[in-house]
Antibody
């Protein structure tokens, strides 16, 4: 059974930093692109970032470029999102998702971790 | 403002069929056959229901179907059931990124 478990969310001050983690199990982690998708309270979904199987390619939504960094450790079956210079508009539930194989979609999702940016 | 446009809400009675539209542009929906749909119940993670416009992942009921015409994609749910009441989001590939719709709340009357 595929499982994705996020952690690391919480309260951060504007301008502060947080590091999210996602522990994967039930599949060969190193064989899949992975993603972060976020959802502001009461709002829709927003794709945040993707990372290739070996970490050699990374893509970000414009609003987080230069502030967020996606990374992975295939030896630990883990995905990360380093979030710096946080803004109030970054407040959201952040989901870790396994990208579909060979096409554009998000096949499996974690339960999400809430990030709140407020003073 | 979401990149893809969905109606805010739709409703239907048990047993009926409903269709949710998702309108984009030539840069996303009309440019690629990479439209997917997600179901989200309150407080839960999204679940993939349709990918590549009209394909269902294993385990998804065949009451769910997808299609596309030009820059508008559609999700149809037939034989509506109470458990289908949820939010539905469309998404499309667009130049190294993914755009989502704003979501549609489905109410089963």
């Amino acid at each position: 059974e595929v499982q994705l478990v996020e952690s690391g969310g919480g309260l951060a001050q504007p301008g502060g930093s947080l590091r999210l983690s996602c522990a994967a199990s039930g599949f060969t982690f190193s064989s899949y692109w992975m993603s972060w998708v976020r959802q502001a309270p009461g709002k829709g979904l927003e794709w945040v970032a993707n990372i290739k199987q070996d970490g050699s390619e990374k893509y970000y939504v414009d609003s987080v470029k230069g502030r967020f960094t996606i990374s992975r450790d295939n030896a630990k079956d883990s995905l990360y999102l380093q979030m710096n210079s946080l803004r109030a508009e970054d407040t959201a539930v952040y989901y870790c998702a396994r990208y579909c194989s060979g096409t554009n979609c998000f096949r499996y999702w974690g339960q999400g971790t809430l990030v709140t940016v407020s003073s | 403002q979401s990149a893809l446009t969905q109606p805010a809400s739709v409703s239907g009675s048990p047993g009926q069929s409903i269709t949710i539209s998702c309108t984009g542009t030539s840069s996303d929906v009309d440019g690629y056959n990479y439209v997917s749909w997600y179901q989200q119940h309150p407080g839960k993670a999204p679940k993939l229901m349709i990918y590549d416009v009209s394909n269902r992942p294993s385990g998804v009921s065949n009451r769910f179907s997808g299609s596309k015409s030009g820059n508008t994609a559609s999700l149809t749910i037939s034989g509506l059931q109470a458990e289908d009441e949820a939010d539905y989001f469309c998404s499309s590939y667009t130049s190294s990124s993914t755009a989502f719709g704003g979501g549609t709340k489905l109410t089963v009357l």
